[in-house]
């Protein structure tokens, strides 16, 4: 997703944020697969058109599916093995396009609250290559 969502949202932006912001405010850093992507309508019903989407304007939600592989820090009870990730309902994705480049994806996950929220809306997910960093953030490094 850090790579991959600068260039999947394509008129929607937000103001860059820095890791050390975006650690520190985390409940929940997860090293986590991405074992699927889905879309509900307004009312919560699945879509399944890969060209439906959402962006400003539409009540669509695109949704990450999580399978928790590990759990670096968690500030409340520890995550359920699997979990839903609601995405920024700005960006405009579609449905086709973020199954086909994010499924499959590994990443480390920045989430808060009990509704595993993405902690900013953009740059949540950080590259493996990053734990090192984070766990320094952390303050559990070795």
């Known amino acids: 997703l850090a790579i ?42 699945p879509l399944t058109d890969r060209e439906a989407g959402t962006g400003p304007g539409s009540p669509n939600l695109m949704r990450l599916n999580l399978e928790v592989q590990e759990v670096l820090f968690a500030r409340m009870e520890p995550p359920p093995r699997t979990l839903r990730v609601p995405l920024w309902q700005m960006w405009h994705y579609s449905l086709g396009t973020m199954q086909d480049g994010l499924t499959g994806d590994t990443g480390i996950f920045l989430l808060k609250g009990n509704d595993f929220e993405p902690v900013y809306p953009a740059h949540f997910q950080r590259a493996l290559e990053e734990r090192a960093e984070i766990m320094r953030l952390l303050g559990t490094a070795p």
Do not use: F, Q, W, Y
């Open 4 to 45: 991959c969502l600068p260039n999947l949202a394509l008129a929607t932006s937000v103001p860059p944020k820095p890791l050390k912001e975006m650690v520190r405010e985390a409940d929940h850093v997860l090293v986590a697969k991405i074992v699927s992507v889905d879309l509900a309508d307004g009312d919560g019903r």
